[in-house]
């Protein structure tokens, strides 16, 4: 009986893995990635200080930004050794305002994991959302 009941629950999990990789796959699910430098404290030089956790982490350990809908990971930088960055990753900027579009309130869930927890928009038939252009910060 056991059994049976662990395969129906990774069956449902299994399921639910295969809908999220294909919301993604299918462009609902869009996730940006920048690096930026990390905050460390000084009394842990060699950690990033997560601010949302008001904790230290490790160089290769990864933490959730709630309330933010997005999650961060301490990486050492490849061009200085012994600087640290913050991979962050998150849903990017709304897009631009179009009336043919809306934030489907019944998919959206911002209490979700991320990537899960970023808006879903339906738009009218044939209708695409722009979004504004990110512009690179020059590096010196």
Wanted: negative net charge; aromatic residues 8%; glycine residues 4%.
């Amino acid at each position: 009986m056991k059994s049976i009941l662990f395969g129906l629950l990774m069956s449902a999990v299994l399921l639910n893995a295969q809908k999220e990789e294909a919301k993604e796959k299918a462009g609902e699910i869009k996730i940006y990635k920048r690096l930026i430098p990390a905050d460390v404290l000084r009394d842990f030089p060699e950690m990033c200080f997560a601010s949302t956790r008001c904790a230290t982490v490790e160089p290769g350990k990864t933490w959730e930004l709630a309330p933010f809908c997005g999650r961060a990971t301490c990486v050492v930088s490849e061009d200085s050794p012994g600087k640290l960055l913050e991979l962050v990753e998150d849903c990017g900027p709304l897009p631009l305002a179009n009336d043919k579009c809306k934030l489907d309130v019944e998919a959206t869930n911002k209490t979700a994991p991320f990537p899960y927890c970023c808006p879903i928009f339906k738009c009218e038939p044939g209708v695409k959302l722009e979004y504004p252009e990110i512009k690179e910060e020059k590096r010196n």
